[in-house]
């Protein structure tokens, strides 16, 4: 080894050129890309108003996406809620089967290129069912799909996600899925038929979060179900004492959102600059009684 002034000391220069490996390292950056689960209600919205300063300090410049379905009592969307969640630091919403749910999304959806519904939807329904992310100099492809297993038998997902990718493959590097099933099998299904054509597949609609996030062999991250933001101590994010009556007795019951406590559920995902494919998964969960306790 040599030395410099005594005070620096240099190895050797190695066989493989280290700035080759320093330009490699440079140029394949990571894009965060942070999905929060399904939003139920007005105590999902405090819990995203409380967590959303802690998740853009901790991933700073990341992508934020957030299923928002059951934001408005459970039911769907309005556009006020909308509004905030985009004022939170929100970049892209999500919807599901409670689309139509609140009478005003018709009067806003057509309009707000920063919320999809799923895009199998019949021909002609409002919205849209994908469109681009723009945060900073990145663009990200977002994707809504509904599943038909024991959920309405709409267009199908698979043939539907095919005909988006035909063009947009050619267009955007980043492309994620938000996959709104029912089904389990559905969910892993998509997951394998999109894996390598697209950046990440996740699940929603079922509220519990699943632990097999992982990267698939040709590298879409994926997850079965990011988990609900909501209500910790109710069925799903809705009061409890009426479910259970549904359950025991069968009669008709009209189901409320919880109040109380709340958790949190979501996944961060890095992504490559230079293919678009994820390079990293992984799960975020708070409730209340532990906010900042990782």
Known sequence: MNTLNNSVTWEKWPKQPLFLVLIFEVRCKIIKVVFIGDIVGSVGRKAL?????????????????????NAAAGRGITSAIAKEMYEMGIHGIT??????????IFDFIDQDEKMVRPANFPPGTPGRGHTVIK?????LLLINLQGRTFLPPIDCPFRKVEEILETAKKKYKF???DFHAEATSEKIAMGWHLDGKVSA??????????????????????????????????????ERVSVLQKFKTQLPVRFTTDEGKWHFHAV??????????AKGIKLIRYDEDHVFMD
């Open 49 to 69: 108003k409380t967590i959303m300063p802690r998740l853009k300090q901790t991933h700073a410049n990341a992508i934020f996406i957030a299923n928002g379905e």
């Open 95 to 104: 919807m599901g089967n409670h689309t139509w749910d609140q009478k005003d």
């Open 135 to 139: 945060v900073k100099d990145q663009e």
């Open 268 to 277: 961060v995902m890095d992504l490559n600059d230079q293919t678009g494919l």
């Open 175 to 177: 492309i994620f899925v």
């Open 201 to 238: 597949v996740v699940g929603t609609h079922t509220h519990v979060q699943t632990h097999d996030e992982r990267i698939l062999p040709q590298g879409t991250a994926y997850v079965t179900d990011v988990g609900m933001v909501g209500p910790r101590d109710g069925v799903l994010g809705m």
